[in-house]
């Protein structure tokens, strides 16, 4: 499964995890990464296992030695519950953390079914998890290559996922209508003419050494105001693997940055699987709900938790960088539950605040989750549907920053409960 056909939530959950799985650390070489492609059986596997905790048997620490067997017939249990790989493989970290002090060492115990098929057959033990191969798969490897350009200049840019990169504008010097002089206007309009060629030359040398050398190209699109952009692709300039990339050729209101997200604005068609696009369309369907009839919508914590826990909910679009945490507080003397939000800044000064409205008791934490997984829970117990988006877009900023990054379109107007 691409980056681009998982869900937003899927990948968001995968990330959260792979960062939680790197700041894990073992006192010794202990934790155990085990990788098993499709093609390999899970007996494989298995009798591998077996050998690495007869190997184990020589290590000289005591406490090393347990951690390391410990782990090992952890991954073999949480084995027997496949009868084969996964389409794409299998992948369990196993290993002793430490917790407060010394001897405090716990086994835990993560099984991954990558979002991509593996192909290495590996057991690895180390002080840390063996977690490139995963990490690699996140990376969003789908490229396109936008150009921008009239008779003056020309912009380059990336659309990778979520994120435009601008990265040169060139300049063609083309002498303009007035720099004429005595010369007739035929001369010189045959000296635009060279000139216009030899720019072409240019922005096609400049695309082929920033297009070409991307491995995962997904495709070429071109714009601009008037006809040189046609005149460009026409004229078969680009290096043919270039030309063969090319998806569209859009006509455009403006050059340079303005013009490359218009372009993309044009081509959404050619793009509608892009995550850029996605999540701009995401918030501007909720603004235009927002301002057609308020009704059609919730934002902000509270009022979308009460529409999610009502099931009223469709869409669920939650930011990525919401940073507060839910937490599941109980009474240590009557066993009353209280559930609160706080920001990571809140929570050191708030559990101190923190008694039992009906006792006066001390209140302890008893669950903590995100924010997003929290509302995420919640929204598919209804089947709602969940998007979680960056802040890297212009929407994704206005998400959180104007609506506090929890936003939802309603199954049916709020006025109808």
Do not use: W
Request: charged share 30%; glycine share 6%.
């Amino acid at each position: 499964m691409s980056t681009s056909e998982r869900s937003s939530l899927e990948t968001y959950r995968l990330k959260r995890l792979i960062e939680e799985l790197e700041s894990k650390e073992g006192k010794a070489t202990e934790l155990i990464s085990q990788y098993i492609p499709p093609t390999r059986q899970i007996s494989d596997a298995v009798a591998n296992l077996r050998e690495e905790l007869g190997t184990s048997a020589n290590i000289k620490s005591k406490s090393t030695r347990k951690n390391v067997q410990d782990a090992i017939e952890s991954i073999i249990q949480k084995l027997k519950l496949f009868k084969a790989p996964p389409k794409n493989g299998l992948v369990i970290f196993s290993g002793a953390i430490p917790r407060v002090g010394p001897g405090t060492e716990k086994i835990e115990t993560y099984v991954i079914e990558p979002p991509e098929p593996i192909s290495l057959f590996l057991y690895r033990c180390d002080s840390k998890f063996y977690l490139d191969p995963i990490k690699d798969m996140l990376v969003e490897k789908e490229t396109y290559g936008l150009l921008v350009m009239d008779r003056s200049d020309a912009t380059f840019a990336l659309l990778k996922g979520r994120r435009i990169e601008i990265v040169e504008t060139i300049t063609s010097g083309n002498p303009s209508k007035h720099d004429a002089g005595g010369q007739s206007a035929r001369r010189f309009q045959r000296i635009i003419e060279i000139a216009a060629h030899e720019f072409y030359k240019r922005v096609a040398e400049h695309a082929e050494k920033i297009f070409l050398p991307i491995p995962n190209l997904k495709g070429i699109i071109i714009g601009g105001p008037g006809p040189t952009k046609n005149e460009f692709y026409d004229g078969g300039f680009l290096h043919y693997q270039l030309q063969n990339k090319v998806l569209a050729v859009e006509d455009l209101s403006y050059t340079q940055e303005p013009g490359v997200y218009e372009l993309v604005e044009n081509a959404k068609d050619v793009l509608k699987n892009v995550d850029f696009l996605k999540e701009k369309k995401l918030v501007q369907d909720f603004l235009y709900l927002l301002a057609k009839d308020s009704s059609q919508v919730a934002y902000g914590e509270k009022e979308v938790r009460a529409k999610l826990e009502k099931g009223m909910v469709k869409t669920l679009v939650l930011s990525a960088d919401l940073g507060t945490t839910r937490f599941k507080l109980k009474c240590v003397s009557c066993g009353n539950l209280k559930e609160v939000t706080y920001t990571k800044q809140q929570v050191v000064t708030m559990f101190r605040k923190e008694v039992c409205e009906k006792c006066g008791g001390t209140m302890e934490i008893v669950e903590e989750k995100s924010i997003v997984e929290e509302l995420a829970e919640l929204a598919e117990k209804t089947n709602a549907r969940v998007e979680v988006i960056s802040s890297e877009t212009d929407e994704g900023k206005m998400l959180m920053n104007s609506f506090g990054g929890i936003v939802a379109i309603l199954r049916f107007s709020g006025q109808e409960q």
